[in-house]
């Protein structure tokens, strides 16, 4: 609450490596999310959410402060999901069952994920989230949405601002969709969903 610090990697820099480059992390985590949580705390004092939680903020602000907090919301969950650790490749318990349920099979849903992450237009996020009702639901978040300000619980997403991908990757946002899954600690994903 109050100002924002940056997050702290839960992994080497490099360890991402070769699906995410140590330069890529540099400049996105280093450059990109530390501007977003400097913008914000400059943008607090006065606005009335000095004391909110990122939630809150993303739910309920607008313009400047709106953006900085989704983008600070969405980089925590992304950065926060991988691992750089060998293991499993899929997820299993409840969140496996839910998929299986929802989507038919867990291929079925990877296919339908990169395709909304690589047909997304501009800028934004590709996201895997549960319903009040625990169905799950792929969307499309332009920009600094993200899927609270639907009612949704946020468990995966995939971000495709070029600044993610582009040094690895040049213009092949699907090469780096498909790549992602390498370094899914599903481990996170499940305790997002219980």
């Known amino acids: 609450m109050g100002t924002f610090q940056l997050?702290?990697?839960?992994?080497?820099?490099?360890?991402?490596?070769?699906?995410?480059?140590?330069?890529?992390?540099?400049?996105?985590?280093?450059?990109?999310?530390?501007?977003?949580?400097?913008?914000?705390?400059?943008?607090?004092?006065?606005?009335?959410?000095?004391?909110?939680?990122?939630?809150?903020?993303?739910?309920?602000?607008?313009?400047?402060?709106l953006n900085n907090a989704g983008q600070i919301l969405n980089h925590e969950l992304y950065f926060g999901q991988f691992t750089g650790k060998p293991g499993r490749n899929e997820p299993t318990g409840k969140l496996a069952e839910a998929i299986?349920?929802?989507?038919?099979?867990?291929?079925?849903?990877?296919?339908?994920?990169?395709?909304?992450?690589?047909?997304?237009?501009g800028s934004g996020w590709v996201w895997l989230s549960a319903a009040p009702s625990t169905q799950l639901v792929i969307t499309q978040e332009p920009n600094a949405a993200n899927p609270v300000q639907k009612g949704l619980k946020p468990l995966l997403t995939f971000d495709v601002w070029e600044h993610a991908y582009y040094l690895d990757y040049q213009n092949r946002r699907p090469d780096h969709l498909a790549a992602l899954w390498q370094i899914i600690d599903w481990d996170v994903i499940e305790k997002r969903y219980v």
């Open 7 to 65: 997050m702290a990697l839960p992994y080497a820099i490099d360890a991402l490596e070769p699906v995410i480059s140590k330069q890529t992390l540099e400049f996105h985590h280093g450059k990109h999310l530390a501007a977003y949580v400097n913008n914000l705390n400059g943008l607090l004092p006065g606005s009335g959410f000095e004391e909110a939680t990122l939630e809150k903020i993303v739910c309920e602000a607008t313009g400047g402060i």
């Open 100 to 121: 299986m349920r929802d989507f038919g099979s867990f291929e079925a849903f990877k296919e339908a994920f990169q395709k909304a992450g690589a047909t997304l237009f």
